[in-house]
């Protein structure tokens, strides 16, 4: 393994150098660096100055090998001579490439994960329902997402979720009619979800119904909007929600003392919800990580006490369920914080950005930050999670039905396994092998910036300075952009590699 290591670095190294020598050339041959100082009144002094600063009296090649002299040095360790040379006009490029890698990987991070996660789960549920209503549907509205431009989505969300939902919240009322309609639409939507007999298909349907339309009288009458809130009640309601699920999903409902450890988990989480109130006064990043490693300790120690057959599954779901009851806690914390950010002089009653990282003159604390840089990144998440759910969803339904009509699929069933079991042991873990290098490509992809949900949103990421630098003829930001991308790309390339082996036993890596 270490063998096998070694030798995908060393080439990667080699594969690098090449690529970075054939873009520092692409680059400058591409324009002349002192463009746009022809005719300015100060050229004489502007154009020798840029001239010394980029070394543009020297031979591309002579400049290239400049420049990796100090790529090179940010590789060795406790040394001060890491340099990607200065910009256009004198920034050192390794500024400006932790300012815009900081803005990218705030943009990206959500938008992938979530693409990830529910893109696999619409792939799975699709595959295990195959040729059902859901499928169609599901179907549809994956290749929906992924034929819609970028620039279009990202201006239909600002109008619709932006804009329209800031009038919205200016007063906050909806009509019985408006109220039962949403009902209607999510009834249909729990009807074709739901499996089994029409009356039991048509039973959920109501439900949906009925749960949709009280949810939204609810919020609408406590004017929720304005002032939420989850408090111990619904903080409760969802941790037992979110062990049941946990437990159906790892172990099934037969593991009595995994689902009981689940549920104990949560009541450690309410009894902790007015203590931690206090530490979350002047609290930080910090505190709410603490908090989230407290709880998935505390569910271990709960599943690992709460023995049975099998206590790596009891561990698995407190810890899992500890995790989502201190989200849950943290969540109800930022809540609490929303009437002073929503009437804030600088907000004005209008959360939802359009534009920009953060809002121009806000100060406040953790929490109001912490709001602020959600309403931000809300409108682009969304973008890029609906953009990006299709490829995910298609490939991991493809993946999931060929796994399925596999030989040691069909042994399993007929062992008298469950289909729980069948699936989630069996079946998912295999059909995510394909997935790790789509994972890794696109991981490696969107480092280098989203290009077009940075110009609409006004991120000033990756891809805004990729494309400013290529249009103003400057190689160096040019070959930050790159080199960063590069390695990031070959680097989750390999950890893809090692994934396999993980994924499936029959994968060995051999030097």
């Not at 520092?24 to 050229?43: K, V």
């Not at 009296?57 to 590789?75: K, S």
């Not at 009437?343 to 003159?361: E, K, Y």
Request: aromatic residues 10%; charged residues 10%.
């Amino acid at each position: 393994m270490i063998s096998y290591i070694l030798r995908r670095l060393v080439t990667a190294v080699f594969i690098l150098l090449g690529a970075s020598f054939i873009v520092y050339m692409m680059t400058a041959a591409s324009g002349d660096p002192l463009w746009d100082l022809y005719g300015h009144p100060n050229a004489a002094q502007l154009i020798p100055a840029r001239t010394e600063a980029l070394n543009l009296d020297q031979p591309p090649i002579l400049r290239y090998f400049t420049w990796l002299g100090g790529a090179l040095g940010c590789l060795a360790p406790f040394t001060d001579t890491c340099t990607l040379g200065l910009s256009r006009e004198g920034m050192e490029v390794t500024q400006m490439l932790a300012f815009a890698m900081g803005q990218t990987i705030m943009l990206v991070t959500a938008g992938t994960i979530l693409a990830i996660v529910i893109g696999i789960t619409l792939g799975i549920v699709s595959a295990l329902r195959q040729y059902s209503g859901l499928d169609y549907g599901i179907t549809f509205f994956t290749f929906l997402c992924f034929s819609l431009p970028s620039f279009w989505l990202a201006v239909l969300l600002k109008e619709i979720v932006a804009i329209s939902f800031n009038d919205f919240l200016q007063d906050p009322v909806m009509s019985l009619a408006s109220i039962l309609a949403i009902g209607v639409g999510a009834g249909l939507i729990w009807y074709l979800v739901s499996f089994g007999k029409l009356k039991t298909r048509i039973l959920m349907g109501v439900l949906g119904f009925l749960v949709t339309s009280g949810i939204v009288y609810f919020v609408l009458a406590t004017n929720w909007l304005t002032a939420p809130f989850l408090g111990i009640p619904l903080i409760g309601l969802t941790g037992v929600l979110v062990a049941v699920i946990t437990t159906i999903l790892i172990s099934g409902l037969r593991n009595k003392r995994a689902l009981y450890a689940g549920l104990a988990t949560v009541l450690v989480g309410l009894a902790l919800y007015f203590p931690v109130q206090s530490f979350f006064r002047g609290a930080g990043l910090l505190t709410v990580i603490i908090l989230c490693l407290v709880m998935i300790a505390i569910g271990a120690a709960i599943g690992f006490f709460a023995g049975g057959y099998d206590r790596g599954q009891g561990m698995r779901v407190a810890g899992i369920t500890g995790f989502f009851v201190a989200l849950l806690i943290i969540l109800d914390r930022f809540m609490q914080s929303w009437p002073n950010y929503l009437d804030s002089g600088h907000i004005r009653g209008r959360p939802i950005a359009t534009a920009s990282a953060a809002t121009p003159g806000l100060t406040g604390d953790f929490w109001i930050m912490g709001i602020d840089r959600f309403t931000h990144l809300l409108l682009p998440t969304i973008a890029l999670t609906l953009l990006a759910l299709a490829s995910y969803s298609r490939y991991s339904r493809a993946s999931m039905l060929e796994i399925m009509g596999q030989d040691y699929i069909r042994t399993a069933r007929a062992k008298g396994l469950s289909e729980r079991t069948v699936v989630m042991r069996h079946a998912f873990r295999n059909a995510l092998i394909p997935l790790a290098t789509l994972v890794a490509y696109d991981i490696g992809a969107l480092i280098g910036g989203a290009i077009i949900t940075e110009s609409v949103f006004a991120f000033t990421g990756m891809g805004q300075l990729f494309v400013q630098s290529v249009r103003n003829v400057d190689p160096n930001p040019v070959m930050g952009v790159f080199l960063v991308t590069g390695i990031v790309a070959m680097v989750f390339n390999l950890i893809a590699d090692l994934v396999y082996s993980v994924l499936d036993p029959r994968v060995r890596v051999k030097a």
